[in-house]
């Protein structure tokens, strides 16, 4: 199994990014803002909980998203391997994320790190929200306390993997296929280690 991580602050353009890797590499995509949008548009009780916290801003409590995901890979057991997009988002997810791979005795292979400027993260999620619908691109404010919470709570957790030797960090600005074929690099270069 391949198991990676696309790491990278709010806009950064994991879910962009996700979208290719997931076609040329085969692997299964593990979204969990994706889960939580669509528990949102179903109206489940998760769903109408967290959409409180996600359009201020705010991280979603780690046992929820935790939760989600132990249940996305229990349903994968046939995967080739996962890409974790927007997950773990705090070091409490981080180390339950280890331990539910090992369980299946596997583990992360490597974590890949967006790397945008905060100017231009808020140009590309104001400009999303033109479009999207998504009431967490429209506000300036909130678009700021998610970057706010990305500094105090989720960059942390790239010093969690470079311990372990597998952060590594791609420029994320410039056109989205030069992004890719930079992550590309990084994916074949621990894919043949
Ligand atoms: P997410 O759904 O994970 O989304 P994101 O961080 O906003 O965006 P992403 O980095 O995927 O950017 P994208 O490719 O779309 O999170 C949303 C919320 O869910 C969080 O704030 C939180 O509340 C909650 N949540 C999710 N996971 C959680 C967890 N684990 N724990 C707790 N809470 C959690 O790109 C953005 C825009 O840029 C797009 O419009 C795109 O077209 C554009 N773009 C992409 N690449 C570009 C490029 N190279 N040049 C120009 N524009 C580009």
Redesign the pocket.
Known sequence: MFNLILF???????????EKIIEKYGLKHL????I??SEIARQTPLGME?KK??DK??????E??IGM?SSSIEANTQARGFLF??????VA?AEALDKLLKLKGTQINAMIS?LVTEE?LMK??L??GLT?G?S??SNEEVIKN?IA?YKSKTAVVADYYKKFDKFFEVK?????D??FNAICKEIEKEMDA
Do not use: C, H, W, Y
Not at 8 to 18: A, E, I, V
């Open positions: 990278g602050p709010p806009g950064s353009g994991k879910g962009t990014q996700s979204s969990t803002g994706d939580l949008r967290a916290l996600m801003g705010q991280l979603v409590p780690d929820v998203v995901i997009d927007g997950f773990p988002r705090t997810q967006l231009e590309r999620l400009n999303r999207s998504r967490d691109d998610r919470e994320g600005e410039g056109s989205i030069e992004i």
